[in-house]
Structures are given as C-alpha cells and as structure tokens.
C-alpha cells in the first residue's frame, strides 16, 4: 500500500505517466478479453468496459492538452469498467483464471487514471479501483497478483516513477 503522498501533489506529469501506466496496462485486459471470446453473455460487460478504457485514455489526453473533463461522463466510464472488473473476477477460478487476475491490473490503472482526473477537475470518481480517499491504493497488490505477466516490470516501473514525481 502506497502512502497518500503520491496522490497529495497531483500535476500534469503525474497524469501523463498515469496515462502511459494504464495504456502499458491495456494489453492485459485485451488478453482478457480475447480468452473471453464466446463466453461472452449478454449483456457484453467486458466489451464495454473495453470501450470505457479508451474513452478515460482519451478523457486523460483531451485534459492534458485543454484543461476540461465531462466529470459525469468519466463517472459513467468508470462504472463500465466496475461491470467489467466484476466479471473478471467472476472468471478468476476458471480456465481463464490467470487473464482474468491480469486484467484486475488494467481495471485497477485506469480508475486510478480517472481518478487523479477526477481530483484534477475538482471532482471526486468513485470506482472499485479507484485509490481510497486517504491516498491508499490498489496498484501494488494488483501487480503482486499479475507478477507472471510480461508487462509487470515495465508497470511497476512506471509506478514507482509516478510515485517519484
């Protein structure tokens, strides 16, 4: 569990390298997924929580470049990824078990991506992931579960950079 300290001072590039930690992480999910394939019930949670992914990266670039966020709107992306998130781990005890726990890293940096945004805008977004209102955070146990994953390294990297800045 991080301290609140790297979420105390939020900026710019602290956003960025969040944004570049989720889009690192969206591979993940896609493995995810795609293991999914004709599984998939209806309605299609993990897809639109796919959908969700991009439009928080895209959120995330829009601020960057103009300053402005639809809060609701990320609210809304946040909730998708909370249904998705919920059938992953509904799937972490089957045979897709090991995509489904990686893709609980991806859920995990993109709420905290919408999150810091949230908090950027002079919003509060609540989602499963999200890091709690005293500054803990989900992202060091996530990566302890997915340790397996090629991408780990790189995300614990970009971490512990976020966590520097």
Known sequence: M??????????????????????????????????????????DVIGAATLAFAAIHDAAKAWLETGAVDVAELQAHVDSVDEGAAEAGENSQT????????????????????WALGRLAGAQIIGEGTPDPDGGDGMDGVLEMAESEPEIGHLRDLWRQFAAA
């Open 2 to 43: 991080t301290d609140a300290a790297p979420f105390s001072d939020l900026t710019r590039s602290k956003l960025a390298i969040l944004l570049q930690l989720s889009e690192a992480a969206f591979p993940l999910w896609k493995r995810f997924e795609n293991a999914r394939g004709a599984a998939m019930t209806e309605p």
């Open 95 to 114: 045979e897709i078990g090991d995509q489904a726990v990686a893709a609980q890293v991806a859920a995990v940096a993109v709420q905290t991506l919408a």
